[in-house]
C-alpha cells in the first residue's frame, strides 16, 4: 500500500526546534518530487518546502532560512528541519508525494502532524 | 508567493451541480494545469483530479474538471451530503518553483 506517515509534532516554545519525519510505504521517496504542505488552524493548505529528484530545494518565503527539508535514501524518509519557531508556524504539517511527469499534483498525503508554537 | 482564486463558499441543494472555480495566471494554472483537492474536516486533502480533467482511481464521475485560460473549474453532479468539504485548487508555479494553493471553497448542501 502507498502511505506516508508523519511524525514528530509537538508543542515547543518559539524561538525552538523540532524535526518532523515522514516515512513512505510502497514508493520510492527518492525517484518523486516531495513536499510538506502546512494548516494552520482553521485556515487553507500552504505550500512550505518541496526536495526535487536530483536534490533541489525550494522553500516558501516564510519559512526560507529557518526551515530545511532533506532525505534519507536508505531509509525512504523525508524530514523537515525547523529552526527559529514562531507563533505562527503553529499547523498541522503534511507530507505529500508529487510524481511530477506521471500526475503533475500531490497525489499522495500523510495524515499529518500537529506542531504547537507557544510559551 | 500569491495564492490562486477561490469563491469563501458555495450553497447548493442535494442532487443539484455545483462549479467550483479557481483563479491563477499564465505561470501557474495558464502554464500547467490546475489540480483538485477536497478535504474533510480534521483528514488530510485527497486529490480528486489532476492536469486540468483527469481523474485518479477511485474518484466518482460525478467530479469533472476543467480549464479556460488561467481559470479552472470543478463540476460537482448530483450533489450528495457526503460531498459537503472543502474543496482546494492546487498549481506548480515554475517561475517560483513552488505550489501554490487557493484559498479553498467550502461547500454546503442545502
Known amino acids: 500500500e502507498v502511505q506516508l506517515v508523519e511524525s514528530g509534532g509537538g508543542l515547543v516554545q518559539p524561538g525552538g526546534s523540532l524535526r518532523l519525519s515522514c516515512a513512505a510505504t510502497g514508493f520510492t521517496v527518492s525517484l518523486n518530487y516531495m513536499n510538506w504542505v502546512r494548516q494552520a488552524p482553521g485556515k487553507g493548505l500552504e505550500w512550505v518546502s518541496i526536495?526535487?529528484?536530483?536534490?533541489?530545494?525550494y522553500y516558501a518565503d516564510s519559512v526560507k532560512g529557518r526551515f530545511t527539508i532533506s532525505r534519507d535514501n536508505s531509509k525512504n524518509m523525508l524530514y523537515l528541519q525547523m529552526n527559529s519557531l514562531r507563533v505562527e508556524d503553529t499547523a498541522v504539517y503534511y507530507c505529500?508525494?508529487?510524481?511530477?511527469?506521471?500526475?503533475?499534483?500531490?497525489?499522495?498525503w500523510g495524515q499529518g502532524t500537529m506542531v504547537t508554537v507557544s510559551s | 508567493q500569491a495564492g490562486l482564486t477561490q469563491p469563501p463558499s458555495v450553497s447548493k441543494d442535494l442532487r443539484q451541480t455545483a462549479t467550483l472555480t479557481c483563479t491563477g495566471n499564465?505561470?501557474?494554472?495558464?502554464?500547467?494545469?490546475a489540480a483538485w483537492l477536497q478535504q474533510y474536516q480534521g483528514h488530510p486533502p485527497k486529490l480528486l483530479s489532476f492536469r486540468d480533467n483527469n481523474r485518479p482511481s477511485g474518484i466518482s464521475g460525478r467530479f469533472s474538471a476543467t480549464r479556460s485560460g488561467n481559470t479552472a473549474s470543478l463540476t460537482i453532479t448530483e450533489l450528495q451530503p457526503e460531498d459537503e468539504a472543502d474543496y482546494y485548487c492546487s498549481a506548480w508555479d515554475g517561475s517560483l518553483s513552488a505550489w501554490v494553493f487557493g484559498g479553498g471553497t467550502k461547500l454546503t448542501i442545502l
Open positions: 505529500a508525494r508529487d510524481p511530477a511527469a506521471a500526475t503533475g499534483a500531490l497525489d499522495i
Open positions: 526536495i526535487f529528484i536530483e536534490g533541489s530545494k
Open positions: 499564465s505561470n501557474d494554472v495558464g502554464h500547467q494545469g
